[in-house]
């Protein structure tokens, strides 16, 4: 577990100055509500940017409690930094759990992307066959349901 004063040493997060605190917290309350809007909108139509989208509210929440909270605002490898101050303030571990959860299904879409990047010939994202595309909504709505509103209740609890 990485103590919160190395990740202010390194740089990788810093405290917020009271000029900036407002913008950065009005900037990321709205951001959660953008990003999950997003995603429940895509369920159906895009469910790749669904969860890309689900993930996203609940790092940006993350962000928001942890400047609203502590002041603490991310500078480095954002969504590794955020986990890790969130692990060190947080010990809750079923909210740990679900952020987790959250960020290692990113990481499956962005290794996606880059596989695509690499060879053109697969960047047929659901590879052509319906049942990949239900597959996609399965799955993002499940992690919708089940992982994002979960995780933002949660949360929204620890701000209060």
């Keep these: 577990m990485v103590k919160i004063d190395k990740l202010f040493e390194e740089g990788k997060i810093s405290k917020i100055n009271e000029l900036e605190l407002e913008r950065y917290i009005n900037f990321f ?72 959860k959250g960020y290692k299904e990113f990481l499956t879409l962005a290794n996606d992307l880059a596989e695509a990047k690499k060879d053109r010939v697969k960047v047929q994202y659901y590879t052509g066959t319906s049942f990949m595309k239900e597959e996609y909504k399965t799955r993002a709505k499940s992690f919708y349901n089940s992982v994002v509103l979960t995780y933002l209740k949660k949360i929204q609890e620890l701000l209060k």
């Design 29 to 100: 309350e709205n951001s959660v509500k953008d990003n999950l809007e997003h995603s429940k909108e895509n369920l159906e139509k895009f469910p790749r940017w669904a969860i890309i989208s689900g993930y996203y509210a609940m790092h940006d929440i993350t962000k928001f409690l942890l400047a609203k909270k502590f002041r603490i605002k991310i500078e480095m490898e954002v969504h590794m930094t955020t986990i890790k101050v969130l692990q060190e303030l947080i010990k809750n571990k079923e909210i740990l759990n679900l952020i987790e």
